[in-house]
Nanobody, 125 residues
């Protein structure tokens, strides 16, 4: 069973930073690609960032590139999303997701098999 638990969400002012964490089951840490997605009220779930199993490849949505950084620490079984220069439009529930690596990282939510429960990020302007 793959378990993902997000933390680190909260309420911040525009321009501030937050770091989200996703604690994973030990078995996911070195064989799974990981992704972050977000969903705002009334909107579909959208891709934010993804990272390969070894951290060697990353991918970002255009809307967050240059502001957000995805990273992972396989020794700690944790994936991070550092979010800087937050904007009101970043307000959403953020979800961590995992899929067994196949050598290519995916940006589509349907490609991920395992999901966390989500953590709320609210940015006030």
């Amino acid at each position: 069973q793959v378990r993902l638990v997000e933390s680190g969400g909260g309420l911040v002012q525009a321009g501030e930073s937050l770091r989200l964490s996703c604690a994973t089951s030990a078995r996911t840490s070195s064989t799974y690609d990981m992704g972050w997605f977000r969903q705002a009220p009334g909107s579909e779930r959208e891709f934010v960032a993804a990272i390969s199993w070894n951290g060697g490849t990353t991918s970002y949505a255009v809307s967050v590139k240059g502001r957000f950084t995805i990273s992972r620490d396989n020794a700690e079984n944790t994936v991070y999303l550092q979010m800087n220069s937050l904007k009101s439009e970043d307000t959403a529930v953020y979800y961590c997701a995992a899929r067994r690596t196949v050598g290519v990282i995916y940006r589509d939510a349907v490609a991920y098999n395992y999901w966390g429960q989500g953590t709320q990020v609210t940015v006030s302007s």
